[in-house]
């Protein structure tokens, strides 16, 4: 993967262009259709399909032809009103439903083969007996791998119906052994909530990596298990989180505030205006709470952030988020396609909205980046412009603003130097998980029987793993300068060998203990 620094901004944004067709802000709510036969300029467009199939001189996909339409009808709105294909809407309804029914495992596919990172803990592919490291051949006698396999043939195979029964074929590298296993299917959760640890001994910290239908339940069960272990305050990591469902962010702020604050409301194009407040039913209304966000928090994200902040509930920290601020509704079509329309603008409690313009296309509206990156605003919070017109005040007196974003109480600038902004999206891709599984499949059994703290010992201790990190980087992009951030490079390879190795937990306690927002939120 080449990666080169001048064109960090469009690479972390293409990114989270794609990012929002998982995230973004939408509600389930059911619609009315109203169809007018008479109308001619929907016939006409009908029409048109129906003379392409049956006088077109040539045979014509014309269900491609459709999608390109809705497409483009989509594109001439707002950036977010998006049309999801048939063959992508699987993926992205499990994605925000929170759950799959497959086989539990976390693979890549290395050298044309499916390769075993992990098995999901407790799911029917540990319970069967797949190591990490294993090699999955085949399913049903159907092989799995070779130049020719696809990722939907491989999530076709290896998923099903719940209780169904799957035969693998496995090789496993570390007896030089093939052999079948029986593997039953079940549902296979996708969390939303990373992670609820302590920081200290009465901090608490909880990442949201998206807001999906089972966001809360998550999130209520981490954050009653950190109040049982002592959490006073709690640090909420909304990076990198572009949004989701709206009512998940709204019972999480819920949680927060007391009985009758206002969390958001909402308002449509026939000025319609819903208000959502917040209930006595929180479990932590009294104790300090902390938002983190960057510049990649969008919608849901921002919702939570400004309920919080608006009501002078707490403090954000970090860099002006995403600015986001519309509603979208998701409206199936019968053949399994959806899409997703803007059907309202919300509001922060102060009134504010944070819908950044988007007058000039979706491709300056989504590289805005690219002016927050020039203009400096990534390292210095005195480079944020924004208008008088767009200041707002809480009820405490405070200035909050609206416009773009949400613009944080506490500023922190991003950790790297101008220049070496790849690093920190290059240490959190898949590129170091790679990495990392290859080094442990060659190396597998020197690592068998350490603990958390001899695994660290193990790579930090040594250049050896960095450098062979380093290599594989700059062969693919020599201009990309680890050295600049060696102490972080060698820290997130730690981070990831006790990934794979332990667990998410032990992931988290290794970076977060270098965070650079981590620290300034404990010491507010």
Do not use: W
Not at 3 to 9: G, L, R, S, T
Not at 36 to 45: A, D, F, G, R, V
Not at 123 to 132: D, F, R
Not at 308 to 318: E, S, T, W, Y
């Amino acid at each position: 993967m080449k990666v080169d620094k001048v064109y960090f901004p469009l690479f972390i944004f293409a990114a989270i262009a794609v990012g929002f067709l998982l995230g973004g802000i939408f509600i389930k709510a059911p619609i009315s259709s109203k169809q007018n036969t008479q109308n001619q300029t929907k016939q006409k467009l009908n029409k048109l399909i129906d003379f392409i199939d049956n006088e077109y001189v040539d045979n014509v996909n014309t269900d491609s032809i459709v999608d390109q339409t809705v497409n483009g009808i989509l594109a001439k709105l707002d950036p977010h009103s998006v049309y999801i294909a048939k063959n992508e809407a699987q993926g992205v309804a499990e994605s925000m439903k929170g759950d799959f029914v497959g086989i539990g495992v976390n693979f890549f596919v290395d050298n044309d083969t499916v390769a075993v990172i992990k098995p999901a803990e407790g799911g029917p592919s540990e319970k069967a007996g797949i190591k990490a490291g294993d090699r999955i051949l085949s399913a049903n006698n159907e092989k799995l791998f070779g130049k020719k396999i696809t990722t939907e043939k491989l999530y076709s195979k290896l998923k099903g119906e719940p209780n169904s029964e799957v035969l693998l074929t496995i090789f496993r590298k570390s007896t030089n052994k093939k052999f079948n296993l029986k593997v039953i299917r079940n549902v296979i959760p996708i969390k939303s909530v990373d992670i609820a640890i302590m920081l200290n001994k009465t901090t608490g910290y909880v990442k949201v990596n998206r807001f999906a239908e089972t966001t809360y339940k998550e999130f209520k069960i981490g954050l009653n298990k950190l109040i049982k272990q002592g959490a006073k305050s709690v640090v909420i990591d909304l990076r990198d989180n572009g949004g989701g469902y709206l009512d998940q962010a709204v019972l999480i702020a819920d949680e927060f505030l007391k009985d009758k604050k206002l969390i958001v409301f909402t308002k449509n194009k026939k000025n319609r205006i819903d208000k959502t407040f917040a209930t006595k039913d929180g479990v932590f209304e009294n104790g300090k709470v902390t938002i983190l966000i960057n510049e990649t928090s969008a919608s849901a994200s921002e919702i939570l952030a400004g309920a919080i902040q608006d009501n002078d509930r707490g403090l954000v920290l970090g860099r002006r988020s995403f600015g986001k601020g519309l509603v979208q509704r998701e409206m199936p079509f019968e053949d399994g396609s959806t899409v997703r329309l803007t059907v309202a603008r919300y509001y922060t409690p102060t009134g504010r909205s944070i819908q950044k313009s988007y007058k000039a296309g979706s491709e300056e509206y989504f590289n805005e980046f690219m002016k927050r990156y020039q203009s400096g605003e990534l390292y210095a919070k005195d480079s944020i412009k924004i208008a008088d017109t767009l200041k707002f005040k809480t009820p405490k007196g405070r200035i909050v603003y609206g416009g773009g974003g949400i613009v944080p109480d506490v500023f922190i600038p991003l950790e790297s130097t101008k220049g070496n902004e790849v690093i920190p999206m290059i240490m959190q891709s898949g590129l170091v998980s790679n990495f990392v599984f290859k080094e442990l499949d060659r190396h597998r059994n020197q690592f068998s029987n350490l603990t958390f703290a001899q695994i660290i010992t193990k790579i930090e201790s040594t250049d050896l793993y960095y450098t062979n990190f380093k290599k594989m980087i700059q062969a693919n992009d020599s201009f990309i300068d680890l050295d600049s951030s060696k102490d972080f490079v060698k820290t997130h390879l730690a981070a990831e060998f006790c990934r794979q190795l332990l667990g998410e937990n032990q992931y988290y306690q290794v970076v977060l203990k270098e965070d650079t927002m981590i620290k300034e939120a404990v010491k507010n």
